[in-house]
């Protein structure tokens, strides 16, 4: 379980996260919903520590941080290793091979058996369906097989969560579905998810879970069809409409 009590992040004077109080349970899929600039990537990146909340606590299973006092070096660690992030742009080696790129980390960080990691790798390859390209380099890979690689590098580090920042948004249209199929499976598999994302039908059929943030709060949290057929809340409704066509 990830839970964060009275967290907030400050950006200098702004408040980009304001006293924020959630649970992600595992096993679960949760979306999250919201307009630009609502805080989405900076609630993500609080919880693995690539921004640091000032007020609150944060727990990942049997760690607890207190945020507003230092955190050592030790739960920092531990935080990044229980999550994996997978970014918009991929982010892969470019001097890598694709089987390198997902072995790297389980090698260098968290120092497996090399043989053994290899296997592992392969098997993650075929898992998102890219055998063929594990010699290949990632120039050499369209963007939807490249965010793919890194779905794979993600799940060869066995995280506990895996943190997605609209994975899809950087590719054309008919790419994002090979993406989003690797998602799903991987959200059957009972896979610990959390996913920023625009794709409003992927929410509806994927997600188990919607948060919606407005302007550095949580307006909505709560199952997904109660999300969608929500009637009272106007702010909701006039977000899902404005994303009709997109
Ligand atoms: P979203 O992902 O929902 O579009 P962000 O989490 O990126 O929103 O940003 C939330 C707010 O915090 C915005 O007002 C943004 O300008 C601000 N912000 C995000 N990152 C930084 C940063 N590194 N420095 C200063 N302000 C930031
Ligand atoms: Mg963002």
Known sequence: MVQFSHMSKFFGEHEALKDINITFNKGETTVI?????????TLLRCIN???TPERGTLQIDAIHIDLSKVISKKNRLAIRQSTAMVFQSFNLFPHMKVLENVIEGPITVLKKDKKLIIEKGKLLLSKVGLSHKMDSYPSQLSGGQQQRVAIARA????????LFDEPTSALDPELEGEVLKVLKDLSEEGK?????????????????RVLFLE????LFDG????????????????????????
């Open 192 to 208: 610990s998810m959390i996913i920023v994302t625009h794709n409003l039908n992927f929410a509806k059929e994927v997600a188990d």
């Open 33 to 41: 919903l919201g307009p630009s600039g609502s805080g989405k990537s």
């Open 155 to 162: 799940l060869a580090m066995e995280p506990t969560f895996l």
């Open 215 to 218: 302007d550095g709060q949580i």
């Open 49 to 51: 520590l690539l921004e």
């Open 223 to 246: 199952e997904t069809k109660m999300f969608f057929d929500n009637k009272e809340n106007n702010r909701i409704q006039s977000f899902i409409q404005s994303m009709q066509f997109i």
